[in-house]
């Protein structure tokens, strides 16, 4: 529990820099000369080059852990926003963004991957996946609007420095204070066996044997945190855009900060995890996939509203994906599952900005994310996740 503490703790400092940026990234952009298109370019090139990172990120993760990933990605990071404070011009900043894009490819799967380990149980598995979404969540409330305070405050530049060298320091102190977790084969009927985890993992041949549809996760699936990235790289692209949000940087900051506290109020009813992953997931799309149609349509409910309502159905969805797929799998493949977890998101996060910026005078963008979000749920096949039902709730 206490390596799940100090990962939470670093995590939340890490995912607060990257969420500051947010709201600043495409003012930034604007005052460098980019035209709207140019930065849907550019934030989709950052999830592009993501893929390579993924997929390396899946292989060494299960091989070499989770722990000096972390770090180094952090710090790498932290090292290019330094660089980005003092960028000329838009392709400058786009070939920065396409680096940190590489280099941040490998946090999420190693987290995820490290926090699967630590589970006993498939019930403490889930516990574990909505602590991560919960600490990530409580970091994206305050930093948008604090990245905008920030910039209001002392411009791009020193702001852009100030978020660096917090990455930079704490993927330095989470080299020294993360310890590689000993790995839990997590069984079908909820109970754990532990391995000890060193530079190279035991063969698959020692684990306790897994039902063989942990080996057959559907690809269908990934369509859902494809259709979920790919709807928030729009939402991500257009509030900035937004008339209010160009007035004011603090506005901007604010939106993007109900989203998060959306995310936040379910997120923070753990009861939640009780119910199949699967239900979770599916019902979570559906209810995100009719908000974007309201916001399509124009439906009368403020804008703050659907941005709250859109946080709260991100906060069911992202811990359920991510607990399915723990459930579904060994722990010796954890790091390449939560890598193509990854993928997926990142390729949803390249379509979805890039669509945007080139569709948005002819068609509503939300209604694009509407589109993705319903296409995924259709293509789910409920069957192919019965076979694996959830374990009886063990006790902690």
């Known amino acids: 529990m206490k390596t799940a503490l100090w990962l939470y703790l670093f995590m939340f400092v890490a995912f607060f820099d990257l969420h500051a940026q947010y709201p600043i990234l495409t003012p930034f952009a604007i005052s460098l000369g980019a035209a709207p298109t140019f930065i849907g370019w550019m934030m989709g090139m950052y999830s592009l080059t993501h ?15 989770s722990k000096w990933f972390i770090a180094i990605s952090l710090v790498c990071a932290g090292m290019l ?52 979404g919960l600490v990530h969540t409580l970091a994206s409330v305050v930093s948008p609007a604090a990245g905008a305070f920030l910039v209001a405050e002392v411009g791009f530049t020193t702001a852009f420095s100030v978020l660096g060298w917090a990455l930079i320091a704490v993927g330095g102190v989470a080299a020294f204070f993360i310890r590689e ?34 080996k057959r996760i559907p690809w269908l699936f990934y369509g859902v945190p494809l259709a979920l990235a790919c709807s928030q790289g729009i939402l991500f692209f257009e509030l900035p855009l937004l008339q209010s949000s160009q007035q004011s940087l603090l506005t901007s900051g604010l939106l993007f900060s109900m989203v998060s506290l959306g995310a936040l109020l379910t997120l923070s009813l753990m009861f939640l995890h009780r119910y199949s992953p699967f239900v979770r997931a599916a019902a979570g799309s559906f ?55 990854s993928i997926s998101s990142s390729i949803g996060a390249f379509i979805g900005p890039i669509t945007a910026g080139q569709f948005r005078h002819a068609v509503s963008p939300y209604f694009i994310a509407f589109i993705g979000l319903m296409l995924a749920l259709v293509l789910l096949a409920p069957g192919k996740f019965r076979s694996t039902p959830d374990a009886p709730p063990v006790a902690d």
Request: hydrophobic fraction near 50%; aromatic fraction near 8%; include cysteine.
């Open 51 to 65: 893929l390579p990172g993924n997929l390396l990120a899946g292989y060494w993760v299960d091989r070499y852990g």
């Open 81 to 132: 926003l330094l660089v980005q404070s003092y960028v000329a011009d838009p392709w400058q900043l786009l070939a920065i963004r396409s680096v940190s894009g590489f280099v941040l490819a490998f946090l999420s799967p190693a987290c995820l991957a490290m926090l699967a380990k630590l589970g006993r149980s498939r019930t403490h598995q889930g516990k574990l996946m909505a602590g991560n």
């Open 181 to 214: 977790p000993k790995s839990a084969a997590v069984l079908s009927d909820g109970s754990a066996v532990h391995h000890h985890h060193g530079a190279l993992p035991a063969p698959e041949a020692s684990l306790p044997p897994v039902p063989d549809s942990a």
């Open 287 to 341: 209810a995100l996939a009719l908000t974007f149609f309201g916001l399509a349509v124009e439906w009368p409910l403020p804008l703050t509203v659907s941005l709250f309502m859109i946080g709260m159905a991100k906060g069911v969805i992202f811990p359920a994906t991510a607990a399915l797929l723990a459930s579904l799998s060994s722990a010796s493949r954890y790091g390449r599952v939560f890598s193509l977890l």
